[in-house]
């Protein structure tokens, strides 16, 4: 099997051989690795990260309040818009990471995708600047949809390129690799608290054209950073075997077509290759017909053992949907709940909603050095774990920290409820509850240290857990939980809606949010997690790890 599917881009262009030197070489040459990745490639990488971020949550993160504003949408259709673009986003990382994975390669990839992602910030800045229209509603979603388009080509390209600048199978590089997904996201999230920070402010009370322009000249720089750092990147070689997807595609095929031979032909099947009795389905398609024997057409163990590792991965994936239903409420409810309280910093100076998400950010960029300085050597010394704990437990001790944060939320809720009954302003949607919006801060940090486990537990583990030359598409993957997340989100809040304002009821998501219920809805998360948990324990205590390194 080839190395990687990955394709540098000295491969096809003539006018830059001279980098060949400093990357891996297609004609055979040998990779100079004094001079090329480590560190100080992944510094141009996570750069162009940062201004990704940066952009993309600089539309996300208040998304909600332009529906509900200037396009003068109800909460709950603009909660479900949210929830369905956001959705798509990270699913399309699928598709993006499939024609990476199989045709352009990473670098191109990403080149492509940031110039999507510059037309469709432009795009966005011109529909922000129009009058109420038809036109504007269009252009709108129209760029906003190619931004998620761009995002999808984008996301799993540049951390997997990243990844890709450490040597695997070198012992001290492979601590770095697991080091950098932990500084990866630091920096990812440093770009996401200037948006919180500044352009979430500008937004609301300077100019939504203005505070989406500024996110189209961040990606330019962002992508001017990015071809800086050509000359030091390792690239990994496109081989000439067949695709990946084509080999774990014809394994599945094989195995339907053979469901019904007998297990004591695979037996002896089997036991002519080699290897001990198996009758789980994929083992089938290690039989064909004779022609097809005679032709070389056949599965290898290796290419079953290969899609074996790919679908062992669905468990793990399913059991984490609930996680990323909670993720989907920071940037839609919990917005909404801040918008109705005292957000008086001094006065004369009332802090954005939105900006309270920067305290996400902030705990990650706290607890991640502790995390990578402190945490994993104590472990290590405990454990015996090359990384302090596996990543499935990191996965799972996020998750249990997500449930936490919406039994914290729904306390929070109950009380700010109990507090408008208390001073008769239930019936007053835009009166201020005199109650500060520091108290939604536990919710929001709680919410950031389960990200530190769970989210990049997930990268990490995706990236490695997949075959190398499908490194794209298994971050992809972790990218799609939140994805179908969002969509199942907006699916519940669609089912409660309708169940809880039949007849006349006040729904649980009334645009008085004074005679809401989200606190009943945070309960349910709660619990939802809390199966979700049980379910993913119970997978992940059977996973077997595909390499060594990783348990």
Not at 21 to 29: L, P, R
Not at 132 to 158: D, N, R
Not at 180 to 199: D, E, H, K
Not at 257 to 263: E, K, M, V
């Amino acid at each position: 099997m080839a190395t990687s599917r990955e394709e540098s881009p000295e491969t096809q262009n003539p006018l830059i051989d001279d980098v060949v030197d400093s990357a891996a070489d297609y004609k055979g040459h040998p990779v100079h690795r004094s001079t090329s990745g480590g560190w100080r490639s992944a510094s141009f990488i996570i750069g162009v990260e940062v201004a990704e971020r940066f952009a993309y949550y600089g539309i996300s993160s208040n998304l909600i309040t332009f529906l509900t504003g200037p396009l003068g949408q109800s909460t709950v259709t603009a909660a479900e818009n949210v929830n369905i673009w956001s959705g798509t986003a990270q699913l399309l990382p699928l598709l993006g990471a499939f024609v990476a994975d199989s045709f352009l390669g990473r670098y191109r990839t990403i080149i492509v995708a940031s110039l999507l992602y510059i037309l469709g910030l432009g795009l966005l800045t011109v529909s922000a600047m129009l009058t109420s229209s038809e036109l504007q509603i269009v252009l709108f979603f129209f760029s906003l949809y190619l931004v998620a388009v761009a995002q999808g080509g984008h996301k799993p390209c540049v951390q997997a390129f990243g990844a890709d600048q450490f040597d695997g199978q070198d012992p001290e590089e492979c601590k770095a690799k697991s080091s950098f997904f932990n500084w990866w996201y630091f920096g990812m999230n440093a770009g996401i608290l200037l948006t919180f920070s500044v352009l979430i402010y500008i937004q609301d009370n300077l100019s939504w054209g203005l505070g989406f322009g500024i996110p189209c000249v961040v990606m330019v720089l962002g992508m001017i950073i990015f071809v800086s750092g050509t000359r030091t990147y390792r690239y990994s070689i496109q081989g000439e075997e067949e695709s990946p997807f084509v080999r774990i595609g014809k394994v599945f095929v094989a195995a339907l077509r053979n469901r019904r031979t007998s297990p004591s032909a695979i037996a002896s099947e089997e036991e002519s290759r080699g290897t001990l009795p198996d009758q789980r389905l994929l083992n089938k398609a290690l039989l064909a017909p004779d022609h097809l024997k005679k032709n070389g057409k056949v599965c290898t163990i290796a290419e079953v053992e290969e899609a074996k590792a790919v679908l062992r991965l669905f468990p793990i994936w399913a059991t984490c949907l609930p996680y990323a239903i909670v993720c989907a409420q920071s940037s839609t409810f919990f917005t909404k709940q801040g918008a109705t309280m005292d957000r008086t910093i001094v006065p004369g100076f009332d802090i954005p909603a939105a900006s309270l998400q920067s305290f996400i950010c902030l705990a990650i960029m706290m607890i991640i050095p502790i995390y990578d300085r402190i945490f994993v050597p104590m472990a290590r010394a405990f454990t015996r774990e090359p990384f302090g704990i596996t990543k499935l437990q990191r996965i799972g001790t996020g998750m249990f920290f997500s449930i936490i944060s919406m039994v914290v939320a729904a306390l929070v809720e109950m009380k700010r409820l109990q507090t408008a009954k208390d001073y008769d302003l239930v019936d007053l949607p835009s009166a201020t509850i005199p109650m500060s919006i520091w108290w939604l801060v536990p919710q929001y940090f709680l919410y950031g240290l389960a990200d530190v486990f769970t989210i990049v537990g997930l990268q990490e583990f995706f990236y490695d857990q997949v075959p190398n030359e499908l490194r794209s598409m298994g971050l992809a993957l972790y990218l799609s939980i939140f994805g179908v997340g969002n969509f199942l989100s907006s699916f519940l809040i669609s089912i409660i809606e309708e169940a809880t304002s039949w007849g006349g009821h006040t729904s649980w998501f009334s645009d008085n949010l004074n005679l809401a219920h989200l606190d009943y809805f945070y309960w349910l998360l709660a619990a939802l997690c809390g199966v979700g948990l049980l379910a993913y324990m119970y997978f992940a205590k059977s996973y077997i790890y595909n390499r060594a390194s990783t348990i």
